[in-house]
């Protein structure tokens, strides 16, 4: 039994190693102004995590954010390793299949930080309070790390590669993950300022893709766009069109977005503007999903 416990702490504490690792890791990438727009934008984006978890009625143009949804396992995915799926799927995903070029990113992107995610501290303790053993939880997070073998830091880097391949291919999943992944597509902020150029092409398509799932009664497309115009940083900062597309995804779907939420916006737009960016809003919410 001892040695059960020492083992379940062991691998807790690689977990929160890990995940500090990761979260420090990824912080480097950010500016001063993107901290403080995570910072002001949480109630956003839980809200958007929680709509993405649903099934909602999108359609193909589900809503789906990269972290928060759990993907079902894919018609392509028929092994649990890594290199396996990647070898498999790899001449498919260069002849141009999106569903083949998502499988890629996403195994590779769950290799990243095989302890992140479904298995991170707060899961792990969720399901042990579920009932799951110890034993099984242990073994669960040993085939994690185990299918990840083989996987290098060279593959890791391309990763935005076969994301970039499924967005093109009009995959809508890809096309939100894509817009929302700028580590995976651009890499880190000293790949940001060797490429500026690079920096624009990328906000230019992270932006026509989230217009256009949006145009489609994308949900979670709404929400980033609205934080993009709220914050300035992927798109010039614009409270009118900020709040009139946190005010379509609240009409779109009125029980999962807060009312709060839509007067902290509507304080953020001039009073003489606000009349017009009610029209707004209306003219989105008409366009993508008005009777």
């Keep these: ?8 702490v062991s691998v807790l504490l690689l977990i929160v190693l890990g995940a500090a690792f990761y979260s420090q890791r990824d912080s480097g990438a950010l500016s001063s102004k993107q901290k403080s727009a995570q910072s002001s934008g949480t109630n956003s984006q839980e809200v958007s995590a929680e709509i993405s978890s649903e099934d909602g009625q999108m359609g193909s143009n589900k809503s789906v954010r990269r972290g928060a949804y759990s993907f079902p396992q894919r018609a392509y995915v028929t092994s649990d390793n890594a290199l396996a799926v990647i070898r498999e799927l790899t001449p498919r995903a260069q002849a141009g299949d999106a569903e083949a070029a998502l499988s890629i990113y996403l ?7 095989p302890m992140s995610n479904d298995m991170g501290p707060e899961q792990f303790e969720m399901r042990r309070k579920a009932g799951q053993s110890e034993e099984s939880l242990l073994q669960a997070i040993k085939e994690k790390a185990e299918g990840c073998q083989g996987v290098d ?6 990763r935005g590669k076969w994301l970039e391949l499924a967005a093109k291919a009009g995959q809508p999943e890809a096309q939100l993950m894509y817009a929302t992944d700028v580590e995976s597509v651009i890499g880190t902020g ?21 217009h256009d799932l949006a145009s489609g009664g994308n949900v979670s497309a709404m929400l980033e766009l609205a934080n993009n115009y709220d914050v ?11 709040y009139a597309y946190y005010r379509a995804a609240q009409m779109a779907m009125p029980s999962k977005i807060p009312e709060s939420l839509i007067q902290l916006q ?6 003489g503007s606000r009349a017009q960016a ?14």
Excluded at 278 to 291: N, T, V
Aim: net charge positive; hydrophobic share 30%; with cysteine.
């Design 190 to 210: 000293s790949d940001m300022l060797r490429d500026p150029e690079r920096i624009q092409k990328y906000k230019a398509d992270s932006s026509r893709y989230l």
């Design 1 to 8: 039994m001892k040695n059960k416990s020492y083992a379940l």
């Design 232 to 242: 300035g940083i992927m798109a010039k900062e614009d409270p009118m069109q900020a």
């Design 266 to 271: 509507k304080e953020k737009v001039p009073a």
């Design 153 to 158: 830091y060279l593959m890791q880097k391309d």
């Design 278 to 291: 009610e029209r707004l809003a209306q003219q989105i919410y008409a366009s993508c999903c008005g009777k």
């Design 107 to 113: 195994k590779l992107d769950a290799c990243r930080d």
